[in-house]
């Protein structure tokens, strides 16, 4: 396994701009996750894909928060707009989706300031 | 609702000692499953450990340790002889099945400083 994937590692915007981050789960991982982990805080889920299809979205994802996984591999996670309290640490996890409760792979995450 | 407190923001330690983090959480299911984490400067968390919540029975693993106990609702993790390289965040987290996926609950953190 080569591990899950993210780019960029760093995004520096000013508020107001849109940012477009990527994630490359581990290969043939069905489940796919975003987290957000701001600092001090543990990682709060934000919503969660299988297969291409997205099954879940937190109350934390709000309209300006977009997620996408078109063919069941990469996912792209959209902010619009941005403001300073969607500065955070953007995590992906995947699994492969064999039993339930399973255990999530992590990437390093994407560090997103905005100015 | 599901809760995870780690009460310990941070812990330092010299090398070599024990070092006990402390994990308590709240669910009002019966099916759970709970976490550990690791997360190193890196910022990518690696698992620890996973243990389902009809399984009491005490884990060791190498120098590490974890003692769940349901009656007060803890799942504490042991590092016996730290080593400078634990030094890391370790968060302790829940898990509930809610239909199609299980996703986690983390507490704040716990972060451990081992110096020599």
């Known amino acids: 396994d080569t591990g899950v994937s993210q780019n960029p590692r760093h995004k520096i915007t000013k508020r107001g701009q849109n940012v477009t981050f990527r994630c490359d789960p581990i290969s043939e991982h069905n489940r796919l996750y975003w987290y957000r982990q701001t600092l001090g805080q543990g990682p709060e889920f934000l919503t969660y894909f299988q297969n291409e299809a997205q099954l879940e979205k937190s109350r934390l994802l709000s309209d300006r928060f977009s997620a996408e996984r078109p063919k069941g591999s990469f996912s792209t996670l959209e902010i619009q707009r941005t403001e300073q309290g969607d500065s955070a640490m953007y995590l992906c996890?995947?699994?492969?989706?064999?039993?339930?409760?399973?255990?999530?792979?992590f990437g390093s995450g994407t560090q997103l300031s905005v100015l | 609702a599901q809760k995870v407190t780690q009460a310990q923001t941070e812990i330092s330690v010299v090398e070599k000692e024990d070092v006990t983090l402390d994990c308590v959480y709240e669910?009002?299911?019966?099916?759970?499953?709970l976490f550990w984490y690791k997360q190193p400067p890196s910022g990518e968390l690696v698992f620890l450990i996973r243990?389902?919540?009809?399984?009491?029975q005490n884990e060791i693993s190498g120098r590490y340790s974890w003692n769940f106990q349901k009656s007060t609702s803890s799942f504490n993790f042991t590092i016996t002889a730290s080593q400078v390289v634990d030094s890391a965040v370790y968060f302790c987290a829940l898990s509930i099945n809610t239909g199609t996926a299980s996703k986690l609950t983390f507490g704040t953190g716990t972060r451990l400083q081992v110096t020599l």
């Open positions: 996890a995947s699994s492969p989706d064999r039993e339930r409760y399973e255990k999530l792979f």
């Open positions: 243990r389902n919540s009809f399984d009491e």
């Open positions: 669910t009002r299911d019966t099916t759970y499953y």
